[in-house]
T-cell receptor
Framework: QKEVEQDPGPLSVPEGAIVSLNCTYS??????FMWYRQYSRKGPELLMY????GNKEDGRFTAQVDKSSKYISLFIRDSQPSDSATYLC???????????FGGGTRLMVKP | ETGVTQSPTHLIKTRGQQVTLRCSSQ?????VSWYQQALGQGPQFIFQ???????GRGNFPPRFSGLQFPNYSSELNVNALELDDSALYLC????????????FGPGTRLLVL
């Protein structure tokens, strides 16, 4: 079993929909949680960074962390075709240390 | 402020050869991490360098080695290339301070034939 599990998708939604992306993990030492967006053949781009449990909002994006359930989520409001990409969750036990990634969820937002 | 840069962008090698990939960290960052991303998978941690010293290593064999230079740029060397080494190799830099995360370069796509 992988340390971080993520549904690979693809997830297809109409433009304007609310998107929910999720990851589960098994290592209780993880304290820092990130979401990256990766366009085809590009490097990952940091979207959200959260420490420990709680919610964080940035524009159309909201990240949630539930450490008791070992479950993290990313919500995208008013999704746009430009949001079509692969979304990677990542986590670490100490800031700046190695990141453990999920396998990524491919999202397609249709006009 | 320039971001993380990597060279070359693409590379084709044959099995058994050796390859060197290069990374320039973001201005002000002293920590560089390397990741391997196979097609359709998430990145896997190879190793990290902090102030020219290896500071953690993932589950990769010794034929994967690295260097960090005084200007904090870095190299990843892979010897005796295997077909399974075909992947996108990502470099990420960070300041190493608490609360800071890693910022990725565009990657080098390596194809081993």
């Amino acid at each position: 079993q992988k340390e971080v599990e993520q549904d690979p998708g693809p997830l297809s939604v109409p433009e304007g929909a609310i998107v929910s992306l999720n990851c589960t993990y098994s290592n209780s030492a993880f304290q820092y949680f990130m979401w990256y967006r990766q366009y085809s053949r590009k490097g990952p781009e940091l979207l959200m960074y959260t420490y420990s449990s709680g919610n964080k909002e940035d524009g159309r994006f909201t990240a949630q962390v539930d450490k008791s359930s070992k479950y993290i989520s990313l919500f995208i409001r008013d999704s746009q075709p430009s949001d079509s990409a692969t979304y990677l969750c990542a986590m670490s036990g100490r800031a700046g240390n190695m990141l453990t990634f999920g396998g990524g969820t491919r999202l397609m937002v249709k006009p | 402020e320039t971001g993380v840069t990597q060279s070359p962008t693409h590379l084709i090698k044959t099995r058994g050869q050796q390859v060197t990939l290069r990374c320039s960290s973001q201005s002000g960052h002293n920590t560089v991490s390397w990741y391997q991303q196979a097609l359709g998978q998430g990145p896997q941690f190879i190793f990290q360098y902090y102030r020219e010293e290896e500071n953690g290593r993932g589950n990769f064999p010794p034929r994967f080695s690295g260097l960090q230079f005084p200007n904090y740029s870095s190299e990843l060397n892979v010897n005796a290339l295997e077909l399974d080494d075909s992947a996108l190799y990502l470099c990420a830099s960070s300041s190493g301070t608490i609360g800071e995360t890693q910022y990725f370069g565009p990657g080098t796509r390596l194809l081993v034939l």
